[in-house]
């Protein structure tokens, strides 16, 4: 799973990277966490620019008869998520794209937690594919629209680490991605491959980044 990442880039090389009319406004973060806000670029209409904004990461699932609410989900599965009613709406109609310049892995070394840092070793943006859920309606206001990471099989650099990796799309692919309600479940399929390893690097970091409410640029100190 994608549990912790970060986006700590300048804003005017976001708006670039991603084909922004306008710079937002956004604050280094080093320890992004479920629950909180994180940045979301979409395409609200087909033909309509592309746009910033701050979504919830999480997605709370109404429970079904019988059953406890449980908590957001923060990933799916690129592999099922078509196919599951849950997801199969925002699939079609809500996919997103996630910037981040890294995310964090964790594994087991002799029974202590080891977090490592996977970015790009040129320093450029990482797209994560994700689909939105809208905001629900209530008097209140309701709960804020809520966003998701797509995951898929890791690469060569990802597998000695963890068995899933985040679906990071290419530059290329980002329309493709975006265009709201277009796009074959066999052709979106395609980028769900894995991301390749060579122009990613991984570095263990210290135990700061394990606790969800470190911020800062000490979360990236090495360990």
């Known amino acids: 799973m994608c549990g912790r990442f970060t986006l700590s880039l300048p804003p005017d090389l976001v708006a670039e990277a991603f084909g922004l009319d306008d710079v937002p406004r956004l604050e280094p973060r080093y320890n992004i966490a479920p629950t909180q806000a994180v940045a979301v670029v979409r395409r ?8 910033l904004d701050l979504l919830r990461w999480g997605v709370t699932l109404p429970a079904g008869p019988g059953e406890r609410r449980s908590g957001p989900l923060i990933n799916a599965r690129s592999e099922s998520v078509a196919a599951r009613p849950a997801f ?9 794209l996630i910037p981040a310049d890294g995310f964090y892995e964790w594994t087991a070394d002799g029974g202590r937690r080891q977090a490592f840092h996977i970015a790009r070793k040129d320093g450029r943006p990482l797209a994560f594919a994700g689909i939105w859920e809208p ?3 209530a008097p209140e206001g309701g709960a804020p629209a809520a966003c998701l990471i797509l995951t898929t099989a890791p690469n060569d650099l990802l597998s000695p680490i963890h068995d899933r990796m985040p679906v990071i799309v290419d530059p290329a692919d980002f329309d493709r991605w ?7 479940t066999e052709t979106l399929g395609a980028l769900f491959r894995p991301y390749p390893a060579e122009p990613l690097a991984a570095r263990p970091v210290g135990p700061a980044v394990n606790n969800a409410q470190n911020e800062g640029a000490a979360c990236l100190d090495p360990a």
């Not at 609200?44 to 746009?51: D, W």
């Not at 199969?88 to 997103?96: E, H, M, P, T, Y």
């Open 88 to 96: 199969r709406d925002a699939f079609r109609r809500r996919r997103c």
């Open 44 to 51: 609200l209409r087909e033909g309509g620019p592309r746009q």
């Open 135 to 137: 905001a629900a309606p």
């Open 178 to 184: 975006l265009a709201p309600g277009t796009g074959s």
